[in-house]
């Protein structure tokens, strides 16, 4: 079994930072993918940011320029440092672990970017 554990949601000021990290335990795989999905509220979920191991990242265009994703392979964690948030960054944001057999969830945390 593999768990995936977030933190470092909260409520910032537009223009603002914060950094989320996801760890992960449990059954890991040397091949894998880590990112983050966010959902804004009332909309379906999307990709912010991935990275497989031994990969570069790739994000979404919305967030290009503005966020980091980053791993620690050692620790099995991922980050993502977002910077220059805007309110339309406000979602719950998830991160995710994904093998050649299956795809695991953070539980989400809230991030609120206030105008």
């Known amino acids: 079994q593999v768990q995936l554990v977030e933190s470092g949601g909260g409520l910032v000021q537009a223009g603002g930072s914060l950094r989320l990290s996801c760890t992960v335990s449990?059954?890991?795989?040397?091949?894998?993918?880590m990112g983050w999905y966010r959902q804004p509220p009332g909309k379906q979920r999307a990709v912010v940011a991935s990275m497989w191991s031994g990969g570069s990242p790739s994000y979404a265009d919305s967030v290009k320029g503005r966020f980091t994703i980053s791993r620690d392979n050692a620790k099995n964690t991922v980050y993502l440092q977002m910077n220059s948030l805007e309110p339309e960054d406000t979602a719950i944001y998830y991160c995710?672990?994904?093998?050649?057999?299956?795809?695991?969830w953070g539980q989400g945390t809230q991030v609120t970017v206030s105008s």
């Open positions: 995710y672990y994904r093998t050649l057999r299956s795809t695991y």
């Open positions: 449990g059954s890991t795989a040397s091949l894998n993918a």
